[in-house]
């Protein structure tokens, strides 16, 4: 502690708002609450994913392990790249309806009913 | 295999400085760094296609026309449902940077502070003026949404500001600014190499250099010129005078200055002067002040140069400005949409810099490539984010002596 001053609260101080108007993104406040505490978790889901990954390479080279051994661990260059494409599956997984709406816009299907009354006469 | 897998951020390289990321830490800068390319690229899409199959239509239907300004198309695309939710998870994507960075730096900001004092104690490195003010367009709003800015303190004299700046520009930027978060440096460098290979600088000056990471890559192919990085922003200087010492760079200086007042320094003193992403962080009366002065303290034969994204011109198609505009109005940049929108040539004629003597150049991040995949230039563009910019600069004539003598 340098020159005796009191602790920094620094899980209070790390979520300081920025200053600035944040924009409103949906008409419904709820809706841009809860797109920040969802994205949060995904993000803490793919920090979780990836701490078992470290336990698991870490077990498999050594048959055990210490919490330091994780919080040092580095992957190497082909884990490093496991690592990454395992975590851009993940956030493809968890991405799915932005990405097929994406989709959607290119393909521009009609309504399913214009097919089932097309279906009922051809 | 997947393309564009971008390298974990365990493969950045460590200076003393650099606060350290544990595990999670590391992991959730991760976590950025793919969604981030994801939003750019895999969804990103969603953007044009919104824009081409409902939100024109639209327009035209309501107007009988084509949008005219990138801000109609804003206004437009502000009420498009797709818009707005890819605008809200780029937007929380920035908070989230903002917040994990802040977590590792104040959790661990007894231990930089004291360090930051340490190398800034003995390299003598660092210059800083109480007498200078920050001005009101560093502190209308939070650049970046950064809490506090870059010059606020969350106590006397810490480096937190600085600090969170560099812990998480890997993961806002995907890693496309090389390791030590230099690219926009390197560029500039192997821009200056390739253009002049005899040309030796003796006196640098970088104006806006926040923590230096652009500035030190120059100071360390020149060592045998002397740097000056200035920023109004003691809260930055202090982490990037302790960061450049503790890279063991010692030909640089971190001096706390106003571009727009450089008056500490004769006319004619510098033979480069630099700016690398910042005039669009000023306000449509200081940039003129600042690019004056900056002619005023450059040497005849001497270069100016600045680093941007490229300008908004008559032939960058008003969809593509208003993607490259979502910053200003998202993240906190509010000089950004009027800069780019500025003919950045005739600004800096009126400084003094002949048009004649004036060019553009392209020039892209220069990072290790066995580490750090090329910046995606292509189809997938992270609209003003990628590391590929624009140099606008002149070489400053030396008849401007003569004239002066006259």
Same mark, same amino acid.
């Given at each position: 502690?340098?020159?005796?001053?009191? $602790?920094?609260?620094?899980?209070?101080?790390?979520?300081?708002?920025?200053?600035?108007?944040? $924009?409103?993104?949906?008409?419904?406040?709820?809706?841009?609450?809860?797109?920040?505490?969802?994205?949060?978790?995904?993000?803490?889901?793919?920090?979780?994913?990836?701490? %078992?990954?470290?336990?698991?390479?870490?077990?498999?080279?050594?048959?055990?392990?210490?919490?330091?051994?994780?919080?040092?661990?580095?992957?190497?260059?082909?884990?490093?790249?496991?690592?990454?494409?395992?975590?851009?599956?993940?956030?493809?997984?968890?991405?799915?309806?932005? %990405? %097929?709406?994406?989709?959607?816009?290119?393909?521009?299907? $009609?309504?399913?009913?214009?097919?089932?009354?097309?279906?009922?006469?051809? | 295999?997947?393309?564009?897998?971008?390298?974990?951020?365990?493969?950045?390289?460590?200076?003393?400085?650099?606060?350290?990321? #544990?595990?999670?830490?590391?992991?959730?800068?991760?976590?950025?760094?793919?969604?981030?390319?994801?939003?750019?690229?895999?969804?990103?899409?969603?953007?044009?296609?919104?824009?081409?199959?409902?939100?024109?239509?639209?327009?035209?239907?309501?107007?009988?026309?084509?949008?005219?300004?990138?801000?109609?198309?804003?206004?437009? @695309?502000?009420?498009?449902?797709?818009?707005?939710?890819?605008?809200?998870?780029?937007?929380?994507?920035?908070? @989230?940077?903002?917040?994990? /960075?802040?977590?590792?730096?104040?959790?661990?900001?007894?231990?930089?502070?004291?360090?930051?004092?340490?190398?800034?104690?003995?390299?003598?490195?660092?210059?800083? *003026?109480?007498?200078?003010?920050?001005?009101?367009? &560093?502190?209308?709003?939070?650049?970046?949404?950064?809490?506090?800015?870059?010059?606020?303190?969350?106590?006397?004299?810490?480096?937190?500001?600085?600090?969170?700046?560099?812990?998480?520009?890997?993961?806002?930027?995907?890693?496309?600014?090389?390791?030590?978060? !230099? /690219?926009?440096?390197?560029?500039?460098?192997?821009?200056?190499?390739?253009?002049?290979?005899?040309?030796?600088?003796?006196?640098?000056?970088?104006?806006?250099?926040?923590?230096?990471?652009?500035?030190?890559?120059?100071?360390?192919?020149?060592?045998?010129?002397?740097?000056?990085?200035?920023?109004?922003?003691?809260?930055?200087?202090?982490?990037?005078?302790?960061? #450049?010492?503790?890279?063991?760079?010692?030909?640089?200086?971190?001096?706390?200055?106003?571009?727009? *007042?450089?008056?500490?320094?004769?006319?004619?003193?510098? *033979?480069?002067?630099?700016?690398?992403?910042?005039?669009?962080?000023?306000?449509?009366?200081?940039?003129?002040?600042?690019?004056?002065?900056?002619?005023?303290?450059?040497?005849?034969?001497?270069?100016?140069?600045?680093?941007? &994204?490229?300008?908004?011109? !008559?032939?960058?198609?008003?969809?593509?400005?208003?993607?490259?505009?979502?910053?200003?109005?998202?993240?906190?940049?509010?000089?950004?949409?009027?800069?780019?929108?500025?003919?950045?040539?005739?600004? @800096?004629?009126?400084?003094?810099?002949?048009?004649?003597?004036?060019?553009?150049?392209?020039?892209?991040?220069?990072?290790?490539?066995?580490?750090?995949?090329?910046?995606? !230039?292509?189809?997938?563009?992270?609209?003003?984010?990628?590391?590929?910019?624009?140099?606008?600069?002149?070489?400053?004539?030396?008849?401007?002596?003569?004239?002066?003598?006259?």
């Amino acid at each position: 502690m340098s020159g005796g001053e009191a $602790p920094l609260d620094w899980v209070t101080l790390s979520g300081k708002r920025a200053k600035g108007k944040r $924009p409103d993104f949906f008409e419904n406040p709820a809706l841009d609450r809860l797109y920040s505490t969802v994205f949060a978790l995904a993000a803490e889901v793919s920090a979780l994913r990836e701490r %078992q990954d470290t336990i698991e390479r870490l077990l498999e080279a050594k048959g055990t392990l210490s919490r330091a051994d994780i919080e040092t661990y580095v992957p190497d260059r082909a884990a490093g790249e496991e690592r990454g494409l395992s975590t851009q599956a993940y956030i493809a997984r968890i991405m799915r309806g932005f %990405q %097929q709406e994406v989709e959607a816009m290119e393909a521009h299907d $009609p309504p399913i009913i214009d097919v089932v009354e097309r279906l009922s006469r051809e | 295999m997947a393309k564009d897998l971008p390298p974990p951020y365990t493969a950045m390289s460590r200076h003393p400085m650099m606060p350290r990321a #544990a595990h999670d830490e590391a992991a959730r800068f991760n976590f950025l760094t793919h969604f981030n390319r994801y939003l750019s690229g895999n969804i990103g899409a969603g953007n044009r296609l919104a824009y081409e199959k409902r939100v024109l239509p639209a327009f035209r239907a309501e107007h009988g026309r084509d949008p005219e300004h990138r801000y109609e198309i804003r206004d437009a @695309m502000n009420r498009d449902e797709w818009h707005r939710m890819w605008s809200a998870l780029k937007r929380n994507s920035m908070e @989230m940077r903002q917040h994990f /960075g802040r977590q590792v730096v104040l959790r661990q900001l007894d231990e930089l502070d004291a360090m930051a004092r340490q190398f800034n104690e003995h390299s003598g490195q660092l210059e800083l *003026d109480p007498a200078i003010a920050q001005p009101h367009y &560093q502190t209308a709003v939070d650049i970046h949404c950064q809490p506090g800015g870059y010059h606020s303190e969350e106590r006397p004299g810490d480096v937190t500001v600085g600090a969170n700046y560099d812990v998480g520009l890997f993961a806002t930027t995907g890693g496309a600014l090389g390791g030590f978060n !230099d /690219g926009g440096g390197q560029a500039v460098v192997g821009w200056v190499k390739a253009e002049r290979p005899d040309w030796s600088p003796k006196r640098i000056l970088d104006i806006g250099c926040t923590i230096g990471h652009n500035a030190v890559p120059i100071a360390q192919a020149f060592p045998d010129a002397e740097v000056i990085a200035i920023d109004t922003a003691a809260a930055s200087l202090r982490y990037g005078a302790a960061r #450049a010492a503790a890279m063991g760079v010692k030909n640089i200086r971190f001096v706390q200055a106003s571009g727009e *007042d450089l008056s500490r320094w004769a006319d004619g003193h510098f *033979d480069w002067v630099q700016t690398t992403m910042f005039l669009h962080e000023l306000s449509a009366k200081a940039m003129p002040r600042i690019l004056a002065e900056a002619n005023r303290v450059l040497s005849p034969g001497g270069l100016i140069l600045h680093i941007e &994204q490229p300008q908004y011109s !008559d032939d960058m198609p008003l969809f593509e400005q208003f993607m490259r505009d979502w910053d200003a109005f998202n993240n906190n940049e509010p000089f950004w949409s009027a800069m780019h929108g500025q003919d950045l040539k005739q600004v @800096m004629a009126e400084a003094g810099f002949p048009r004649e003597a004036q060019f553009v150049a392209g020039v892209r991040a220069v990072v290790d490539p066995e580490i750090f995949p090329p910046s995606p !230039d292509a189809g997938a563009e992270d609209y003003g984010r990628a590391a590929i910019w624009n140099a606008y600069g002149a070489w400053k004539p030396l008849a401007d002596e003569r004239q002066a003598a006259a």
